[in-house]
């Protein structure tokens, strides 16, 4: 079943056009990677599904319905690239302040992030202010307000960027955790190490042009880095 359909999506910035026709779909229960180098158009194709650009052509289908709905916006769960934070909130207040937008009753909120803390490996900081936290930090608490609402359907900006190896560690067994109960992952990033272990399947988009799309990880005869850049020169040599 898939619980999200991308079909001809064009968009143009600055007389530009940086999408070409982008069409995909994401199965539920899986996740999925949208590769690319960077400018590619990965999160210009995001954007456009979550509505916050508008492109000129697009038919979007989120959980089997036409766009976005007010129920929907309730069942998804989003981190951008670089998430605006609150420096003068500490961990948690940032946390329990995201969390009352869906209407958690405060022990249930107060129970919700005390779990996210645990998860993203910031416990131990939770009562000290963003301003203080490095960038590592800021991402894992970025994924805590994303995962809040327990959603259905996760988009995820570039969610390893900054991490160092244990971070990045925790962050891919995370996602397979929240995989195994119930979630379906979209993410966008370049670093080709963390596709390849966790992935289901993954489309490749380069200078605004899907170039491959839908391929099964596990099905390669090679490599993902071997097959990502055959797959991106091919495409440069044809432009």
Known sequence: MDILQVQNIEKTLAKKQVLHWISFDVKKWEIYGFLGPNG????TTMKSIL??????????????????TMESK???????ENTYLYKHLTGREFLEFNGS??????EELKKTVDQLLVRVWIESSWDKYLKSYSKGMLQRVGLAQSIINKPELLFLDEPMSGLDPIGRKMVKDLLVELKEQGTTIFFNTHILADVESICDRISIINYGHLIVEGQSVKKLKWGLEDFFIEKVIEHNNSL
């Open 40 to 43: 590619a158009g990965k999160t």
């Open 51 to 68: 509505g916050l650009i508008l492109p000129e052509s697009w038919s979007i289908k989120i959980f089997g319905e036409e766009g976005l």
């Open 74 to 80: 309730q069942r998804i769960g989003f981190m951008p």
């Open 101 to 106: 937008f869906f209407g958690l009753k405060w």
